[in-house]
T-cell receptor
Framework: KNQVEQSPQSLIILEGKNCTLQ??????????LRWYKQDTGRGPVSLTI?????NTKSNGRYTATLDADTKQSSLHITASQLSDSASYIC????????????FGGGTRLMVKP | DVKVTQSSRYLVKRTGEKVFLECVQD?????MFWYRQDPGLGLRLIYF???????EKGDIPEGYSVSREKKERFSLILESASTNQTSMYLC?????????????FGDGTRLSIL
């Protein structure tokens, strides 16, 4: 069964600090992995997408990595800001799965002043 | 920018009622989706549609139906609401072509069934 596991479930950091969120998946055959940010009371918004051949992709202070061999991805946030407080969801797509995605349970990040 | 609009942010209904959740997108996307989001379970796909009048079951279709009479509008119907359908419901849309295109989400409807 395709699964996506995220860790930690929740995280509290101080403003200005860095943090790394983890995503492990068992989706096969792999097509792509996407990180979404979901602010409280809002829908998820795409941050990055990574395909099999990519191992790093950045979007401002967000950097995603992918190790397709170990089926792991991470999202690194640099110099955190209060506005980074949100849930971060890892989503994996399988080849030939059409519109069926496998969602992780998310990591809830709180950035404190 | 893609805009996906869900008609209600909060909704309170009673057990047994027929409930309609409406979603409209403004980017002429072919694909539209309904998910529910529960703490610890992530997003789970209820139904999706890849064209007008077309629908496919997702992972948890039981107790739900959908309607897509126009390309821009996708409705989720709870035929007889039950308390276990209390949840956050998210609608999304996506352009048909391109497996790497993202789904664009609305801001959700928080539904409470009493």
């Amino acid at each position: 069964k395709n699964q996506v596991e995220q860790s930690p479930q929740s995280l509290i950091i101080l403003e200005g600090k860095n943090c790394t969120l983890q995503c492990n998946y068992t989706v096969s055959p792999f097509s792509n992995l996407r990180w979404y940010k979901q602010d409280t009371g809002r829908g998820p918004v795409s941050l990055t997408i990574m395909t099999f051949s990519e191992n790093t992709k950045s979007n401002g202070r967000y950097t995603a990595t992918l190790d397709a061999d170990t089926k792991q991805s991470s999202l690194h946030i640099t110099a955190s800001q209060l506005s980074d407080s949100a849930s971060y969801i890892c989503v994996v797509s399988a080849q030939n799965a059409g519109n069926m995605l496998t969602f992780g349970g998310g990591t809830r990040l709180m950035v404190k002043p | 920018d893609v805009k996906v609009t869900q008609s209600s942010r909060y909704l309170v209904k009673r057990t047994g009622e027929k409930v309609f959740l409406e979603c409209v997108q403004d980017m002429d996307h072919e694909n539209m989706f309904w998910y529910r989001q529960d703490p610890g379970l992530g997003l789970r796909l209820i139904y999706f549609s890849y064209d007008v009048k077309m629908k496919e079951k997702g992972d948890i279709p039981e107790g739900y139906s959908v309607s897509r009479e126009k390309k821009e509008r996708f409705s989720l119907i709870l035929e007889s609401a039950s308390t276990n359908q209390t949840s956050m419901y998210l609608c999304a849309s996506k352009v048909f072509s391109g497996v790497n295109q993202p789904q664009h989400f609305g801001d959700g409807t928080r539904l409470s069934i009493l």
